[in-house]
């Protein structure tokens, strides 16, 4: 992972396109270090498996031969069939082979979404943008606050599904090194929105950025955003990335962000391990 040995200092836009994928990659070990998660690493793939089913299965970093291709995407998709799991395929600008998208659908797995990938110099965004009266944005290290409040993301942890996933964010925001770090916007005491950033691939990236429902549309996560666009810059980071949704994506560009890369977003759904294994 990266580290302050390791900041990109020379970004360009066919590097940057790289950094947005390995990124995620990184992001994903990350989480496979969760006690309850399998980690692949293999020499030409990274994959996890959530053995309690709290964590989403991810695949990612694929480097395929093509005569390799199909049974390597049947081996791992026979995992997940075996375990009766469904999973997501990240394919990034480095994905090889070239047809790796048309054989992907070929062995059931359809295309969600294609999100922008970006990136944004630190030393040139926006940060004048404005911020809601009275909201504030704190660095927070221990999550459980959201025990008592509704998660952005989760909801309110009303049930042994969503305080399973909250416990899973608080074991990673405990993990050392701390590559995560996770930044709170409140009001008046009240968490409102949530955002985390990783540090890794020689770069920092935004990730789980959330609102609840009730405050969406107010600019909280423009700001949450920029906070962490500003905590990266303290830390000597030179540039930021993420994966922007269709309707951040405009937002992101008024700050500074730039298109480097297209990250596709594949799934292999359950219902496909039921009819596989029967």
Known sequence: MGDKEKILTKPSRANLGA?????????????GRLPDVELHCDDDAVWTLSISGDEPNQVCSTRFKPESADARISEILGYYRYHLRAANWWVGPGATPEDLGNRLRDHGLRCRKHVPGMAVDLRAFDATLPTPHRLVVDAI??????QKFEHPSIGPIS?????????RD???ARLKPRHARYLMASLDGEPLGIATLFL???????????????ARGQGIGTVLTLSCLQLARRL??????????????SIYRRIGFNRVCTISHWYYPKAKCRIRTA
């Open 19 to 31: 950094q947005v994928e390995q990124n995620l990659v990184q992001w994903v070990r990350f989480k």
């Open 141 to 146: 290290e221990d999550l459980s606050v959201f």
């Open 159 to 167: 049930t042994p599904r969503r305080a399973a996933r909250l416990d």
């Open 170 to 172: 608080i074991r990673l």
């Open 200 to 214: 890794g691939a020689d770069v920092a990236g935004i990730y789980e950025l959330a609102v609840i429902p009730r």
């Open 236 to 249: 000597g980071y030179r540039v930021a990335v993420l994966q922007a949704s269709g309707k951040g994506e």
